[in-house]
């Protein structure tokens, strides 16, 4: 390898999780991005912009506590305060939410979209930084609300072009609640609570006394809706888990009834990730895609006792992997010389155009050059490599 290959191969290196995005990609993926907000905006959710960077008693309260350990942090040199970097944008809307727009009427709606960092990858996605697209719907306890955010965020993945979705509905709460009658030691309560985790039946009627025979029929309750809570509506539970269970079948029959055709599967005793949620919480998942494209859920804004927020996040990196991937817009090379009026009236017309800056021999060579497809001459627009077809050549006033 020269001297100059190895310059530029370390000039180029980035951080492990970081990366630059390239033409097309940096473009499709701004598009989209303002697609799905776009979508999110028609029903009335207003955007709000946070800081990348505030600080860490700010960016962790509430459900920033959760990730907490994956946030950058740095002294500001001003304040000689600590700030973090955002590991999620939940919190901060949540903040925005509770302070600045306190007096604001409820429901409160607010979308999103920004990068995140971590300070380490997650098994199953090499990013650290990451772009994501969010709503928050803060002020209204209903299931009508935790269904609305769910179905405004498979909304906002179809008008991207995202199609083949399941939905995937938690009940966070609803093992803690089941285990708060055990008087276990805290080192057994985390082994059980890792069986329930791992979905190892055997290891939870071992671990799991009294309340083992509820544990194993929530275990077994996991699947498609229909099934699932015919299995769960048997079950001998505590008041307040029932109360949890008779929630998800309402969001469960709300967005059943709105998406007919939508995949629903239901997880009764999933938490992990989820750890912050007070409520209904979901996922949901493209085939194909690896991990899941967006998740949501109920959680307390802030830890604030007085109000209650549900929202989704849909991460970027995971939307794109399943789309196409995105081509390079078709451009026109306009010769050098040509008036500046003539290349205005074909971005006018919705064309790209590339500007010739001197005059060459070989027109075609240097639109080939600038990756364009067609060239304009002699007051058409002709694609290149066909210029000895007439029917290649379009007309323009």
């Not at 694609?383 to 007439?390: Q, R």
Request: aromatic share 4%; with cysteine; glycine share 8%.
């Amino acid at each position: 390898m020269s001297d100059t290959q190895t310059d530029l191969g370390r000039r180029a290196l980035l951080p492990a999780g970081l990366r630059d995005v390239l033409p097309p990609h940096a473009e499709n993926e701004a598009r989209l991005i303002e697609v799905m907000v776009a979508r999110t905006a028609t029903h009335g959710y207003e955007r709000v912009k946070p800081p990348l960077i505030e600080f860490e008693t700010s960016l962790m309260e509430g459900p920033g506590a959760a990730l907490s350990s994956r946030v950058f942090r740095l002294m500001d040199p001003i304040s000689q305060r600590m700030m973090g970097v955002r590991a999620d944008m939940t919190a901060q809307v949540a903040r925005i939410a509770s302070t600045r727009l306190k007096n604001m009427p409820r429901p409160l709606r607010l979308c999103y979209a920004g990068e995140v960092l971590h300070t380490t990858a997650e098994q199953v996605s090499p990013e650290r930084e990451m772009v994501q697209v969010g709503a928050e719907l803060i002020g209204s306890a209903t299931a009508e609300a935790d269904a609305e955010i769910i179905l405004v965020g498979i909304e906002a993945l179809r008008a991207a072009g995202v199609e083949r979705l399941s939905l995937d509905l938690l009940v966070p709460p609803l093992v803690p609640v089941v285990l708060a009658g055990l008087d276990l030691p805290a080192a057994e309560l985390a082994r059980l609570r890792a069986a329930i985790d791992r979905k190892d039946t055997a290891a939870v009627e071992t671990l799991g006394g009294p309340v083992a025979p509820v544990l194993t029929r929530l275990l077994a309750a996991t699947g498609p809706k229909d099934a699932a809570l015919a299995a769960l509506a048997g079950i001998d539970l505590p008041a307040e888990a029932r109360a949890a269970l008779d929630r998800l079948t309402r969001v469960a029959d709300l967005v059943a009834g709105s998406e007919p055709k939508l995949t629903i599967t239901l997880d009764p005793v999933e938490n992990r990730g989820f750890e912050y949620h007070t409520g209904i919480a979901f996922s949901l998942f493209v085939r194909g895609v690896r991990a899941e494209v967006g998740r949501g859920g109920r959680y307390r804004p802030n830890g604030d006792p007085n109000e209650t927020a549900t929202g989704f996040t849909l991460y970027m990196e995971k939307v794109l992997q399943a789309l196409p991937a995105p081509q390079r817009r078709s451009a026109v090379f306009v010769p050098h010389g040509t008036p500046r009026e003539v290349a205005a009236a074909l971005r006018a017309d919705g064309r790209v155009t590339v500007q010739g800056l001197e005059p060459v021999e070989d027109v075609e060579a240097a639109a080939r050059s600038q990756r364009c497809a067609a060239v304009w001459t002699n007051g058409k627009i002709i694609a290149l490599g066909e210029t000895k077809n007439p029917g290649a050549s379009e007309d323009k006033a």
